[in-house]
């Protein structure tokens, strides 16, 4: 009995989710092993970062933009700009992308700091009443922040698989600046010992 309890409990271990991947690059590739991949660019610097920038990449069915960012050890994350723009419909589309991405590969999404009632974690519709909710009517709220506090809003949310895949780390961050009047999704690949990325605060209030 003892030996049949052991077996069961082998079985109900979560699986190592498999490696994932932007495209062809690999966390830990050199500079020149980045623009290697003349396909995919071209290329331009990135002073802030240090890093490289293209905007010509051929990820989930259309060309994205895609950062890179260097260290010693080579390649330290791979930032993917899964929308920028002025339209909250398509910044939610963008959001529900990397939400079934992370659905189906990695048992699910997390949003740090919401729950919903009765469940065990965010489904489907649940994540698309969220988006409504927050992104829907981030542009009037930003303009009720301007008219009343003298101040731009900036509203960002952290989102993350369940489980991450084997040999990095995924981690999503979306919302809308009302200084720009710009709605943002970006999903990044961190190496394993990167430190976490998680916003302060989900709304920040800045002077105009």
Do not use: C
């Amino acid at each position: 009995m003892r030996a049949l309890i052991l077996v069961l409990g082998l079985f109900s271990l979560p699986a190592i989710a498999e490696e994932f991947t932007l495209g062809p690059w690999r966390l830990g590739m050199s500079r020149t092993e980045v623009l290697s991949f003349v396909e995919e660019g071209p290329y331009e610097d990135v002073a802030v970062t240090g890093g490289l920038e293209t905007h010509k990449a051929h990820l989930f069915g259309s060309l994205k933009n895609v950062s890179f960012v260097f260290d010693d050890a080579g390649l330290r994350y791979i930032q993917l700009w899964g929308y920028e723009g002025a339209d909250s419909q398509s910044a939610k589309a963008a959001v529900m992308e990397l939400f079934d991405l992370f659905a189906k590969d990695y048992g699910g999404a997390e949003v740090p700091g919401v729950t919903v009632s009765g469940q065990a974690g965010l489904d489907r519709e649940s994540m698309e009443v969220l988006l409504d909710r927050i992104l829907g009517t981030a542009r009037e709220l930003g303009k009720e922040t301007a008219r009343k506090q003298k101040a731009a809003m900036l509203i960002l949310f952290d989102m993350k698989p369940k489980q991450q895949p084997d040999g990095s780390r995924l981690h999503s961050q979306w919302g809308y600046h009302s200084k720009f009047d710009t709605f943002y999704v970006f999903l990044y690949q961190d190496r394993q010992d990167s430190p976490e990325r998680r916003v302060d605060s989900n709304v920040r209030l800045e002077a105009l």
